[in-house]
């Protein structure tokens, strides 16, 4: 299976803040890397796929980059909504594989 | 707008067979994968497995041999079968469509989840 580590598993930030989560696999997978948000008590929503195409109705202030094994998103001015944890995923292998998830907390 | 709504017991006993339907409104079931996605509580996602449209399956090998993903296209839904549950097969679990597009593929919509407990 191909491993996914995200980076770090929390942070803590402010509101206006820019914040980037780094997700790395286990061997390369192109750009088979999606990001999704998830709230507590509420299924992931998706982001971010293909490493950088954003969702429709996804706020331009997340980004996605990234390709080979180092993937990151961005989220340029973090608004109250944002936090959440963000769970990285490869679609590389038939096997799909989530990073650990990064919990965002307000400072 | 496409809609997945989870359905089955709450609490499965240790040993007995967890099963779970997807019930899909909004859209065909036609043409996307269809999958089921766990998350034990407080930690993160596992991959179960997915249905095609057309019948065809893939599952995760760690599931593999206990693990029974079906679809009925004349109900637009789609079936998770769980043998010899453990205490460890206790998490919420979603059914997700994965759509191929953009040479990718990612999972687009995903239902509300349900927590299934294995318990006595």
């Known amino acids: 299976d191909i491993q996914m580590t995200q980076s770090p598993s929390s942070l803590s930030a402010s509101v206006g803040d820019r914040v980037t989560v780094t997700c790395r696999a286990s061997?390369?997978?192109?750009?088979?890397l999606n990001w999704y948000q998830q709230k507590p008590g509420k299924a992931p929503k998706l982001l971010i796929y293909?490493?950088?195409s954003l969702q429709s109705g996804v706020p331009s202030r997340f980004s996605g980059s990234g390709s080979g094994t180092d993937f990151t998103l961005t989220i340029s001015s973090l608004q109250p909504e944002d936090f959440a944890t963000y769970y990285c995923q490869q679609s590389y292998s038939n096997i799909r594989t989530f990073g650990g998830g990064t919990k965002v907390e307000i400072k | 707008q496409v809609q997945l709504q989870e359905s089955g017991p709450g609490l499965v006993k240790p040993s007995e067979t967890l099963s779970l339907t997807c019930t899909v409104s909004?859209?065909?079931?036609?043409?996307?994968?269809w999958n089921w996605i766990r998350q034990p509580p407080g930690k993160g996602l596992e991959w179960i497995g997915y249905i095609y449209y057309s019948g065809n399956t893939n599952y995760n090998p760690s599931l593999k041999s206990r693990v029974t993903i079906s679809v009925d296209t004349s109900k637009n839904q789609f079936s998770l079968k769980l043998s010899s549950v453990t205490a460890a097969d206790t998490a919420v679990y979603y059914c997700?469509?994965?759509?191929?597009?953009?040479?990718?593929?990612?999972?687009?919509?995903w239902g509300q989840g349900t927590l299934v407990t294995v318990s006595s």
């Open positions: 997700a469509r994965m759509i191929a597009a953009a040479g990718t593929e990612y999972f687009d919509y």
């Open positions: 909004g859209g065909s079931i036609s043409s996307y994968y």
């Open positions: 293909a490493a950088s």
């Open positions: 061997q390369s997978i192109s750009s088979y």
